[in-house]
């Protein structure tokens, strides 16, 4: 069997928290659980952490663990009634001052006092992921009068963007900074920052991270219209993160769908140029909350993010709170290995004619290039620390499999995430220097994932102790030459 490169990220929740199901999700091919502290308690989280982890040790699987923050998404409060219909021609106002609780036909409250500020008459305000639109035709200092465009239900807390972007909430609440503490209490390898605007956000969740004692890397989710404004707004947040997620859902809401699907090629193009991993999110297998099988939609969605190089497709509410989680991962899976067969999956054109900025880089890249053009290597080891080496290897497209050989545990689950990378633990350390290059091909031998006379890649630095970023060599052996 040809190992499936791209990875599949799931969010676990009510429908996915039993040990039996996870248990099948692990073994059906899950690489990264995503938990979403939008919903559940710090106890829920921790025991999800611990039962993947658990499992996947048990199973020999490197499962990686990413936590979600909720980010300042702006929000309705409630209605008496909890839920109104709305008709197209109807006036409706959000106010600042209305009791939280006792929304009506006519308005409702909104716990987010910049609103009014924000907006501009002639403004679209889109509520409920823009099932609801509203257009903005008179402001007062604690109001927004609004006329209806598009009618619907609109229920509590449902969710409000603007057409364009430019709502300025700050990307980080104080339930975001008690949660990046929860996050390096449960050793969370991946956390995924929600609205980030700029840099500036980033570097300031980086910040509370490090304070927190974490070293999770740093995932901004592309959701705001100026996020993806010009190229200028999108390197800088990419250059300031270690990993970026095309955030389909509000991003949608705010550019519009028409241009989503040139805007996911996009960021995932500028991601892997910056030598940075990118998860492609939202709606991918919807359908299959309901149903085993997903729609054909679903299955070409699926692949063309996979055509597109993103290291990782994403589950939603598929497996957090669907019928179907493991049928919905099995699916993934699937697809995922038919599209890698096709050739713009192993062909690579990535960064010809640039120049890099690092010698790891170089020979890292080297490597890859001798992988694609030498027929007869079959895998490429490369000898990491943080699993910055594969990163960058794995920014390529190609169908020799990657292999990260590392002794931390941080390591070996954070390479889960990376497009074509496999973990396997080694500590070059311990071993004699003149050994090293030797067991690490032999590791593969034992596993039967090369023969006798198969090429394969080898990266390492001058040293086998703590040295990331240390990079230097690239060797090509024959497997039993050694
Ligand atoms: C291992 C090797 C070193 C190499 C390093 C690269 O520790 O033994 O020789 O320099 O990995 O680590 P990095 O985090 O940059 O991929
Ligand atoms: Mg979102």
Redesign the pocket.
């Known amino acids: 069997m040809i190992p499936r490169r791209t990875k599949i990220v799931a969010t676990l929740g009510p429908a996915s928290s039993s040990p039996e199901v996870l248990e099948k999700m692990i073994v059906a091919g899950l690489d990264v659980a995503r938990l979403n502290f939008s919903h559940g308690s710090p106890d829920e989280h921790r025991a999800r952490a611990e039962l993947v982890r658990e499992i996947a040790a048990r199973h020999g699987r490197f499962v990686a663990l990413l936590g979600d923050l909720q980010g300042p998404k702006i929000r309705i409060a409630k209605f008496t009634d909890k839920r109104i219909e709305l008709k197209e021609g109807d006036q409706f106002r959000f106010s600042v001052t209305h009791p939280r609780d006792a929304g009506n036909q006519e308005v409702v409250g909104i716990d987010y006092p910049d609103l009014v500020k924000d907006c501009g008459i002639g403004d679209e305000l889109l509520l409920d992921d823009g099932r609801v639109v509203m257009r903005v035709d008179n402001a007062t200092a604690d109001e927004l009068h609004c006329t209806v465009l598009i009618g619907g239900q609109l229920s509590d807390n449902k969710g409000i963007n603007r057409r364009g972007g430019g709502l300025t909430a700050p990307a980080l609440t104080n339930k975001d900074k008690a949660d990046i503490k929860l996050a390096a209490d449960l050793e969370l390898d991946y956390l995924a920052v929600s609205f980030p605007r700029d840099a500036a956000d980033m570097d300031l969740a980086r910040r509370l991270r490090d304070e927190a004692g974490s070293d999770a890397w740093l995932i901004a989710k592309i959701e705001r219209a100026e996020a993806v404004a010009d190229d200028e707004a999108l390197d800088g947040l990419i250059r300031a993160s270690d990993g970026v997620m095309v955030a389909r859902g509000d991003l949608g809401v705010e550019v519009g769908d028409a241009e989503l699907v040139g805007i996911q090629k996009k960021i995932i193009l500028h991601a892997r140029r910056h030598n940075k991993v990118v998860i492609t999110a939202t709606q991918m297998m919807e359908s299959m909350i309901h149903s085993p099988m997903p729609t054909r939609a679903e299955v070409s969605d699926v692949a063309n993010a996979v055509l597109d190089y993103t290291d990782a497709v994403m589950l939603s509410a598929e497996s957090a709170a669907g019928e179907y989680p493991i049928e919905a991962i099995k699916a993934m899976a699937r697809v995922c290995c038919g599209a890698e067969k096709h050739p713009t999956s192993t062909k690579s054109g990535h960064r010809l004619g640039q120049q890099f900025e690092r010698c790891?880089e170089s020979a890292a890249l080297a490597a890859m290039y001798t992988a694609n053009h030498f027929p007869g290597v079959k895998a490429i080891i490369?000898?990491?620390?943080?699993?910055?080496?594969?990163l960058i290897m794995s920014r390529i497209r190609s169908s020799v499999p990657i292999f990260a050989f590392?002794p931390h545990r941080e390591?070996q689950a954070r390479v889960a995430l990376f497009r074509g990378v496999q973990t396997i633990p080694f500590d070059?350390?311990a071993l004699p220097a003149e050994k090293v290059s030797q067991m690490a091909v032999e590791e593969l031998l034992k596993r039967n994932i090369v023969q006798p006379g198969d090429w394969v890649i080898l990266t390492?630095?001058?040293?086998?102790?703590?040295?990331?970023?240390?990079?230097?060599t690239m060797k090509i052996l024959r497997v039993g030459d050694q």
């Open positions: 790891d490369a000898l990491t620390e943080s699993g910055y080496t594969p590392s390591t070059p350390a390492k630095g001058d040293s086998y102790h703590d040295s990331t970023g240390g990079t230097n």
